[in-house]
């Protein structure tokens, strides 16, 4: 009876065995074959092999696969490990990873991992029981949901800031016209933040196959991160704050280069603006009616039969000449290129490409077709260096006809049908791959190819734009949010995108002010026009037959009003463009969700408060719908100033303010430090030498890096450049300007020095001199003429007081001290 007793269990036991070893999910056991070599951990665990290793003191990257791990690749990923003081220490139970900055937990019975800070607070943590697992192919990492938790960022999606509940999935798609709500759109960046009890994590996940992360949502249990294909591998960022996520996110995956001054401008775009009668239409419009702007871009309609590489020459009959005279009227040309080449014999493009064999073929070795714009097209396997070569080679026909801007477009891949099969090839710089695989990549690919062809054969700094994208974009490109609608819930959408992206580690974002489908109404269109002055690419943009999307096509108001914004964004140029530098060093954003630097507060994640951001790190901008006459705002902690006429309003609370058509509601935080120049219509006219320095009282030590070049060339590259520090010290009542640094030789040789709510000064002294100040008013941006009969626009005549001081600006040391009545 014993026997049989011992007989049955050893039979049930088998049985769980044989059940557990056919289960659909593969999960890893426990570690075996531990092997410790320097900063990385090798193992094996019940089937999966991994391996553990330390990036940098606050990065460390897990790698799992259901067989031996592959070859180490990334198109992403730029940066090699750091060498770094580490401590690898273990027992039965578990391998613990110390740096500097971050300690990571290993369990070994079965593999899990917990990362934790150095004096032993939970960070984030493997879900128990779940920990990584396949079904099929597809691979998912389980991860504990803290109390409270909230997630960001994951780059351009829609939907709340806070991300907690839904789950999205990255497949690069062509959405026309796409819902608020619509999921996945346009591109891939499978970056998030984690927050929860005063920490901050990030985890960056590099796979390019369709890859899904889930924050809660229809479970109450895990956050997860999942792809349909290859290994999982990932890195686990910490900082104590968010910028420090962001920073070590971007130092992964590279910082941008310096736009060209002129892209910081004004854009006027349409779908389509032809023929070349017409563009120069447009342009000395803008000139006249005193529009400051840069740029206008061309759509598919200059080309011929939208055959890429081509000009209609009906429209176009000397492109070269078109931008030669709209370069003498200050305006720079960008031009749309789509990644498919038409299949038509003798075509140049075409027939190079067929005999270069750079386009991706089916497995049967003939090229893939797909229909697009110009018909039936081939496409440059952007993933082979061979087509990156060919592609290159290509771009010299637009420096040839003095075209400084390229625009990627339909680079999802987009065809007709949306539904480019799966067996399609890539070679994927010599691992050769599928279609499931090369999908998110390839428009990264392509704009990489854009900016390195521009590079090569462009004589200034190129400006490239681009619809898709993968982590890592920002290297190459700006992006905007695809084909967007003339409706107010999408103005407010594109806040919250390009916010997104900013958390994500891309600045150079933008949207299509006024809308790409329908017409905006009036009101719209000017709202539109304002919040666009506050982001970092300005660009106006319509679809074929809609309405007359330019400034004038509104009236007269809406003209006024638009100007005004545009003159405001002309005169911080040194701002912005030293907000660009930070972007190059740092991947701070310029255009920032207040939880970056409110992370903890609470209010910043709510819908009434999220679409507001900073820009920069002085301006907060709150947008609102147009139609609205009121609109509650939130002030985070500090003083904050109406940017209009320095009314102060204390933060940690919430204020209705009155809406109208002439002013969004913009704020400047205490502290802050603004350099302006004067007007100007296009970069290419140089503002008069003095620099406006704007300080705004405050309780805060400020720092302010004002950064020029020649914003042309690549010389700032080799230390041409003029940099100086700006420090406001408000305990020491002092503002200390450095001296310069590099090469460049600064456009500005005097100073006026504009404090702003001093009310109680009494003296000023540079390196000990005393300065007579002048008292007086300061308007920001100009308010609006009483031309409107029925009263509708606000010409409120704002003004701040202030204390202008008009001094040389030394290349030496400048040390303001101030003095304030007792």
């Known amino acids: 009876m014993k026997f049989k007793k011992i007989t049955l269990i050893l039979i049930c036991v ?69 060498k770094v003081k580490t401590s690898i220490t273990q027992n039965e139970e578990s391998i613990t990873v110390l740096t ?43 991860k504990t949901i803290m109390p409270g938790e909230r997630f960001i960022g994951l780059g351009e999606k829609t939907g709340n800031l806070d991300r907690k509940g839904n789950a999205y999935t990255n497949w690069n798609s062509d959405t026309y016209g796409y819902q608020v709500d619509q999921d996945p759109i346009y591109s891939t960046i499978p970056f998030y933040i984690g927050i929860h009890h005063k920490l901050n994590y990030g985890v960056f996940m590099d796979n390019t ?11 109450n249990r895990f956050s997860s991160f999942g792809a349909h294909g290859g290994e999982m591998n990932y890195y686990f960022i910490y900082n104590q704050n968010i910028a420090g996520i962001i920073q070590s996110y971007t130092a992964l995956t590279g910082h941008m280069k310096m736009p060209p001054l002129w892209s910081l401008g004004y854009q006027q775009n349409r779908y389509s603006y032809y023929p070349d009668t017409e563009v120069l239409r447009i342009a000395q419009t803008l000139r006249e009616k005193k529009i400051p702007s840069d ?57 190079s490409g067929a005999k270069d064999s750079v386009f991706i073929q089916y497995p049967d070795k003939t090229f893939y077709t797909g229909q697009v714009w110009p018909g039936w097209c081939n496409f440059t396997d952007f993933t082979s260096e061979k087509g990156r070569a060919w592609w ?61 062809g521009a590079r090569e054969h462009f004589k200034e700094r190129p400006f490239i734009l681009t619809r898709s994208g993968y982590a890592g974009l920002q290297r190459y490109s700006a992006i905007w949010t695809g084909d967007n609608r003339a409706e107010e819930n999408h103005m407010l959408l594109g806040v919250r995108l390009m916010n997104s992206l900013g958390l994500s580690g891309v ?34 943009h319509t679809a ?77 901008i709150a947008p609102f719908e147009s139609t609205k006459e009121y609109g509650r705002i939130y002030f985070p902690e500090g003083t904050w100033y109406n940017l209009y006429n320095d009314e102060q309003i204390q933060g940690q609370q919430e204020a209705v303010e009155p809406l109208n058509m002439s002013h969004l509601p913009v704020f400047v935080k205490e502290s802050s430090i603004i350099p302006m120049q004067s007007l100007v219509q296009t970069t290419s006219e140089a503002p008069t030498d003095t620099l406006t320095l704007h300080i705004y009282n405050g309780r805060l030590n400020n720092t302010f890096i004002l950064y020029q070049d020649d914003g042309k060339s690549y010389n700032y590259e080799n230390n041409d450049f003029n940099k100086r ?57 100009e308010p609006v003429d009483n031309i409107d009969p029925q009263g509708l626009v606000n010409g409120k005549k704002d003004a701040a007081p202030v204390v202008e001081i008009n001094v040389k600006l030394s290349p030496q040391k400048q040390v303001f001290e101030y003095e304030l009545k007792k």
């Open 14 to 82: 088998m049985g769980i065995s044989r059940l557990m070893a056919q289960s659909p999910v593969l999960m890893p056991g426990n570690l075996s074959k531990v092997i410790v070599n320097g900063q990385e951990i090798v193992f094996e665990a019940g089937g999966v092999f991994g391996k553990v290793a330390v990036y940098s003191p606050s990065v460390i990257r897990v790698r799992l696969d259901k067989k031996p791990l592959g070859r180490d690749f990334s198109y992403a990923v730029v940066a090699q490990p750091q």
């Open 100 to 142: 500097d900055s971050l300690k990571a937990v290993i369990h070994k019975k079965p593999f899990a991992i917990a990362y934790y800070t150095t004096d032993g607070q939970l960070i984030n943590q493997d879900e128990p029981g779940l920990t990584t697992g396949w079904v099929g192919e597809e691979v998912t990492t389980y």
């Open 209 to 219: 196959y369709q890859s899904d992360f889930n924050f809660g949502a229809s479970n």
């Open 295 to 351: 740029g206008i871009t061309l759509d598919i309609h200059y080309m011929d039969r939208y055959q890429l590489f081509t000009w209609d020459k009906n429209r176009f009959p000397d492109p070269a000449e078109l931008t030669s005279k709209l370069n003498k009227l200050g305006f720079k040309l960008t031009v749309i290129v789509d990644p498919g080449i038409k299949v038509e014999k003798g075509a140049p493009a075409y027939e």
């Open 392 to 452: 290159r080679k290509q771009v010299k026909f637009f420096a040839d006809n003095g075209v400084s801007g390229i625009w990627n477009d339909m680079n999802e891949i987009s065809t007709w049908g949306q539904k480019m099969p799966s067996n399609v090839l890539f070679d994927f710089d010599g691992a050769k791959t599928t279609h499931l695989q090369a999908h998110n990549v390839y428009a990264l690919e392509m704009i990489r190819s854009s900016y390195e």
């Open 507 to 540: 600045s150079f974002t933008a949207m299509d002010i006024g809308g790409f489908t329908g017409g905006a109404s009036t009101s719209l269109f000017t709202r539109w026009m304002q919040i666009g002055a506050f982001i970092p690419y300005y660009r106006n």
């Open 544 to 620: 074929l037959n809609t309405k007359a999307s330019e400034p004038w096509a509104y009236g007269e108001d809406a003209l006024e009003i638009s100007r005004n914004y545009i003159n405001f964004r002309y005169r911080l140029i040194p701002y912005m463009y030293s907000n660009f530098y930070e972007s190059t060093q740092t991947g701070m954003p310029v255009m920032r969700s207040l939880a970056i630097n409110y992370t903890f507060d609470p209010k910043v994640y709510d819908p009434a408060f999220q679409n507001q951001y900073m820009f920069g790190g002085a301006f907060m």
């Open 725 to 781: 520090v700006i420090n406001f010290d408000p305990t020491q009542r002092k503002l200390i300007i450095s001296e310069p640094t590099g090469n460049f030789n600064s456009r500005f040789t005097r100073l006026k020095l504009v404090m702003h709510s001093f009310k109680n000064l009494d003296k000023i002294a540079l390196n000990n001199k005393v300065l007579n100040g002048l008292k007086g008013a300061y308007t920001m941006i």
